[in-house]
């Protein structure tokens, strides 16, 4: 399965019933007021943190390669009365009839990509949407292995319709020097003598930031900021990362980008 179509089927099921926690819209709110709009949010699944700042008013638009999790966007955007554009693209093949002066990912969605490649076609996308004065916001982490007492522990939850819902961890590879992390996760659905069960594995890619740097700088962006996500400085050892990204002026006599 390519990584992109991760968040389907029975994972775009379970993901809001089983999610531990909503993004904080704040810190987004709060990036959008001060890069200006339209705003786009890539990865924006079934609309958290996108449908707040809908209703708060700030214009922004998302993209997802999961149809499965826009059709929940859309039916809970309905449901709250809250107008939504979105469209099914990959970030890596992003493609949008707009430019805009913020572009972010809400939480480490950029780590799902599985490699530098897709990463670098990806920092290219955002590169050609951003407006000549739009920043882009990139959260990065750094994932730790899942503790070996976690494996195969189960978490559950009831769907609307009362099929219970499970979800656990069945193994687990990771690469130190690809960077990479891939979980095998099992998603059950029983529902009486009804049951599904799929097992995916979860891929994570991760950078050291002098390793980002470069691909962003590759794909024509310049780095304005690295902080921790209240964007205070981030320590050499900071494993959460959110980079401050805009368009490298190809101009000769540039004098760089104030940070913010
Ligand atoms: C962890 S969910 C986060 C969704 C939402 N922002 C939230 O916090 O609830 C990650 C989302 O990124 C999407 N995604 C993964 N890879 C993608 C890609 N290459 N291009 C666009 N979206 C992608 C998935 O389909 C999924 O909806």
Known sequence: MDPADFYTGIVAELYGPLKSFSQDPEPYAAFIQQAGVPALELGCGDGDPLLELCRRGLEVEGVDSSVDMLQRLQRRADEQGIPATVFHQRMEALNLPRRY???FLAGPTFTLLPDNATALAALHGIRAHLAEDGTALVPLFTPAPTPAEQIGQVRTATAPD???LRVSVVAEQRDETARTQTT??????HHGSDSSVVERPWVLHWYTRDEFEELATTAGLAVTAVTDPHGKPAPANATDLHFRLRARKARSGHRGWAQH
Do not use: D, M, S, V
């Not at 095998?184 to 659905?189: H, V």
């Open 162 to 164: 009362g099929a219970e």
């Open 101 to 103: 002066r913020a572009i």
């Open 184 to 189: 095998l996760l099992r998603y059950e659905r």
